[in-house]
């Protein structure tokens, strides 16, 4: 249809983690392309355009370098949709895919809502030829969706003339925490599509700082079905580590020697295979139950069953490290203090969203446990949200849940009195901790509970202090 497409404006729907960092790598490698990233959430666009670059949104580091670069040269935000739409070349779809809580599909399926606003939208609102990118993580096929709603939402015939739209797939791999980086220096750039002037034309963005070798070129169906299955391949081997972390704890084998000795084989590789309390974050659980949605809706339930088992794993690894701390306290956690370090699901972001510190934390609670939780990047306000959510589920009175815990920021504050210290983020400063003062501000007996590797054995020994290490027996 159309030959060479040069794009001049962009337009990002959805200021999350993902649209946010992605448009500011993109700016600042093409100050040439105005980029407008738009969000129906006002406290967030104003966090994104507040003076003070402590108080963006999202905290990545590297982040604010950039922010401080490009904003308001040629990277705006902002909630008020206006014209951005109308005026833009290429948009891309970043908004959240939350899984279904409700009807058919509930607990698995990806719920489509955000993702059919936004078709919707830029069906109404586009002009000319527009090229409409998902970056979203969606469910395979759903560029037909995308593309019947586009092609069907105007009536008159004159409007059709006047827009048209081609549909990308160019699933995003940042991981939080690593974003600025791994938007900086991609292991690959997926692109699906049909449309090659649209295909060369997301590519010509990407060629202002990523390797032509490293961009590679799908059909739609593949490139949608690569990121579910790069997550459920990554969760995979978080959960056989894990469960080989239960097996090191029964035999003397001792899981980080086991990980070291496995992943020195070139065909595993060594890299995501820590143990620790579970994988969170927004994407893995909801992206592999996404994935036995769709297998069991085509009847490959073998397939389905062999994918859930690793989210299964999963929750009883945070089961199995709750009944582990109330077993070590001789059974009794009743009114005992004890601390949670660390409550974001990974260590360098401010996210806690499945972060496995919930279930745990909540458990304790429940059992009786007065938690003092800290984080070095986390609020108070999010702890709340957080048990308060999970709390829903179990429907408890929430007043009761408030009364259990309390928040400190300060780490050493945070220990005094406690009986037991948990640790559940692997946070850089808890490698550096001051075990002798720490030693003198916890209640005796005390005890610490590893559940990161952040510790070592040998020192905690010394300070008479009771030790249980994940995956060590
Ligand atoms: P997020 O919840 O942080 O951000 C999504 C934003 O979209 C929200 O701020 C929401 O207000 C906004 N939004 C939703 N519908 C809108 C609409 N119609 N108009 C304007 N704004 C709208 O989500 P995220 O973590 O950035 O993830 C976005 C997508 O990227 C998801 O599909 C996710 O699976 C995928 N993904 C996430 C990561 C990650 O590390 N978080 C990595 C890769 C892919
Ligand atoms: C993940 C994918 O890595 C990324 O490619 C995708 O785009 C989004 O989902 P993210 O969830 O941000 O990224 O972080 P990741 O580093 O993958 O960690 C996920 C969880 O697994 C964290 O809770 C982390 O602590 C845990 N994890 C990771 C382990 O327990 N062991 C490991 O070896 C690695």
Known sequence: MVNHIKIKNICCIGAGYVGGPTMAVIADHCPHINIVVIDHNKKRINAWNDENLDKLPIFEPGLKEIISRVRNRNLFFTSNTGDHIKNSDMIFISVNTPIKTKGLGAGQASNLYWVESCAREIALKGKGFTIVVEKSTLPVRTAETIKHILDNS????????EKSFSVLSNPEFLSEGNAINDLENPDRILIGGEDNSSIKALEEIYLNWVPKSKIIHTNLWSSELSKLTANAFLAQRISSINSISALCETTGANVMEVSHAVGLDKRIGS???????????????????????????????????????????????QKRIYSKIVSKLYGNILNKQLTILGFTFKSNTNDTRESPAIQISYDLISEGAQLVITDPKVNPQQVRFELNRINNIQENPIEEIDKKWKFERDTYKSVKDSDAIIFLTDWEEYRHLNWEEISTLMRLPSWVFDTRNVTNKNKLAQLNLNYWKLGDC
């Open 154 to 161: 105007t009536n008159s015939n004159i409007n059709q003339v």
């Open 271 to 317: 890299e995501f295979l820590n143990p620790g309390p579970g994988f969170g974050g927004s994407c893995f659980k909801k992206d592999i139950l996404n994935l036995v949605y769709i297998c069991r809706f085509l009847g490959l339930d073998e397939v389905a069953d062999y994918w859930e088992s690793v989210v299964l794993i999963n929750s009883w690894q």
